[in-house]
């Protein structure tokens, strides 16, 4: 009697748990919103106004994702910036910017055309991948090109600073990629020499 009893009861709270109503299932979150987003660049006119070629130098922190422009001790620009996605890949260190060109395209990383310019391949490298028949190698945009290298002897680097995409995170070959309308003021400040301090 005592174990049909209990066999009821555990039947009837069965009953009750079936009836109600199941929780919603959460609701995945997006990459988007899941990515922390980069504060915006800050830009100190009052600062920059004093910029010579002289005075000024960037730094770049690995670790805060983020590029300054220094006239001398203070902050002209302040910048996201996304760098090598893998540790290594934009190299610490004490540099100089050794070379400017304002269209300068990768002679490492690109895409196939075919003689319309249209893209075949996307995404290549030119050392690993081989073009198709009837195709042509073009780097890609790498808008406002500031490459750094050995501040004493100019020695070149592959890596340097230009316009890219910034998703929030460090994504790049190597180079440390700037928003656009940055990258053009940093371009236009920076001459050969400027110093280049990448760190945390």
């Known amino acids: ?29 997006s990459a988007a919103e899941l990515i922390r987003k980069q504060d915006p ?15 000024i130098s960037v730094y770049i922190s690995l670790a805060k994702q983020r590029a300054y422009l220094k006239v001398g001790d203070e902050v002209g620009i302040d ?14 260190g004490n540099f100089a910017v050794v070379e400017k060109d304002a269209d300068h395209r990768s002679s490492l990383y690109g895409d196939f055309v075919n003689r319309s310019g249209q893209v075949v391949r ?5 050392k690993i991948d081989a073009a198709p028949s009837g195709t042509t190698y073009r780097g890609a945009s790498m808008r406002w090109f500031m490459r750094f290298g050995d501040a004493a002897t100019r020695s070149h680097r ?11 995170y ?6 440390v990629r700037l928003p656009d309308e940055i990258a053009k003021m940093i371009y236009e400040k920076v001459a050969i020499g400027t110093p280049v301090t990448i760190g945390d």
């Open 1 to 29: 009697m005592r174990m049909f009893a209990l066999l009821a009861g555990l039947l009837f709270a069965h009953a009750l748990v079936a009836q109600l109503p199941s929780p919603a299932p959460k609701k995945q979150k």
């Open 41 to 55: 660049p800050k830009v100190i006119p009052r600062v920059l106004a004093q910029a010579t070629p002289e005075n």
């Open 79 to 92: 910048t996201p910036v996304s760098t090598g996605k893998r540790a290594g890949m934009t190299p610490r």
């Open 122 to 126: 996307a995404g290549v490298s030119t």
């Open 158 to 168: 592959a890596e340097g600073m230009h316009t890219g995409i910034l998703p929030g």
């Open 170 to 175: 460090p994504a790049s070959h190597g180079c």
